[in-house]
């Protein structure tokens, strides 16, 4: 049997972080389509932000990318969250963006290149000072070409010496959380490519250090649910970057491509008991040629149903199907949680929260996109790299 009445109340719990760039343009390297509307600043991005958890209700952080968002008053711009209704999350450094970089950042070779790059990774946690942010996530474009082009043991040597230094830094309550991704920018060999490497620099950086699953960061059938098991087993899931990928690292609104491999991962988080821990459930989305608030909305939503579903799997039964080695019922109980429509109950669990419970529809009927492509005239729309 499982408990519905526990169900809803940890889905009234759940929080998804939004991140500040999906809500600006962005594209491919072919073209990026501007859409009327979009945030020129950080305030405006938050402004949106605030619209997604209104509608939602469980979206109540945002993710900042430094410098896209840079601002001279951070505390300002925290405040100004809190005023809307949310909170700044994820401070995201970006060490990939200026030509100094050509050949990595904190595992460059020369020694100027990764001061520059560990000094942008300590700027990110004074940002976090002033901002509140318990969490620095740190993604790497660093890697190499072509075969010989550079030491693969220095540069681990030399994204672990930096990464020390920022660990270093870190107050209480603040962690760091290390992405990986198996290619691109770097096609022949990335310095962060998978979880084990991930997992083994924050081994030994200590507690602070964990470890971030994007989920488009993946070889095509990579099955992401045991990493996530196995880095929950390890204490070391720091968090999600949530996406979808049909391709390579495509950036697709979350359960758009894989709704059952979001339900594995969410079924893994929930059996490990890191749906009450600290994971941080953030979303890493573009948003390229639909509206962006909606999209994240749907995005937020999609998280919500594979997480309703998760904790709808019957547990008692699988654990005795599974010990009475019963295979075909074990398998039974998992697909009856993920085949059953659990949009009815969403929609009690949001009309108890007070809120609508359509929130595409709600959003639709606010007006708020009206009023921004009304208001947000002149100046520069905010994108993906601005
Ligand atoms: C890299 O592909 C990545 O997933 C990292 O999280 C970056 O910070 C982010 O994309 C930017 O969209
Ligand atoms: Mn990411
Ligand atoms: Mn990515």
Redesign the pocket.
């Known amino acids: 049997m499982t408990d519905l009445a526990a169900a809803k109340a940890a889905l009234k719990t759940q929080a998804v972080e939004t991140?500040s760039?999906a809500y600006g343009n962005s594209g491919t390297r072919f073209k990026v389509f501007a859409q009327a509307g979009v945030p020129r600043t950080p305030v405006e991005k938050l402004d949106d932000a605030a619209q997604v958890h209104a509608f939602t209700g469980v979206a109540p952080t945002v993710s900042l990318?430094i410098p896209w968002d840079k601002v001279e008053d951070y505390s300002a711009l925290a405040k100004h969250a809190e005023d809307r209704g949310v909170r700044l999350g994820a401070i995201?450094s970006?060490t990939f963006q200026d030509d100094d970089y050509k050949l990595g950042s904190i595992c460059h070779p020369e020694a100027s290149v990764r001061r520059k790059a560990v000094g942008h990774l300590l700027e990110c946690v004074d940002i976090m000072d002033a901002t509140g942010s318990a969490d620095l996530?740190l993604?790497f474009a660093d890697g190499t070409n072509y075969p010989g082009q550079d030491d693969l043991r220095a540069r681990q040597d030399r994204l672990a010496e930096g990464l020390a230094e920022v660990y270093a830094r870190l107050g209480d309550g603040q962690r760091m959380l290390l992405?990986y991704?198996f290619f691109?920018p770097a096609f022949y060999a990335t310095d962060v490519p998978d979880w084990g490497t991930a997992y083994a620099h924050c081994l030994k950086l200590g507690p602070k250090a964990q470890v971030v699953v994007?989920t488009?960061?993946h070889a095509p059938g990579t099955n992401i649910e045991f990493i996530v098991a196995t880095l929950l087993r390890e204490g070391k899931l720091g968090g999600f970057?949530f996406n979808s990928r049909f391709y390579a690292?495509d950036?697709l609104m979350v359960g758009a491509a894989d709704p059952f491999q979001l339900f594995r991962i969410m079924y893994e988080v929930v059996r490990g008991g890191g749906f009450t821990s600290d994971v941080a459930f953030m979303l890493?989305q573009?948003h390229n040629i639909e509206a962006k608030i909606p999209a994240i909305i749907r995005s937020v939503m999609n998280v919500q149903e594979a997480t309703a579903k998760a904790l709808l799997v019957d547990r008692s039964a699988l654990a005795a199907a599974q010990a009475s080695g019963d295979v075909l019922e074990a398998n039974a109980v998992v697909m009856d949680a993920y085949n059953t429509d659990v949009r009815p109950l969403l929609r009690e669990v949001r009309d108890e929260m007070g809120l609508d419970p359509e929130p595409i529809g709600a959003y639709r009927r606010s007006g708020w996109a009206e009023k921004i492509v009304a208001e947000r005239v002149g100046g520069e729309q905010a994108g993906?790299g601005a």
């Open positions: 991140p760039w990318h995201n970006n996530k993604w992405e991704k691109e994007d488009g960061h970057d690292d950036d890493d573009c993906w």
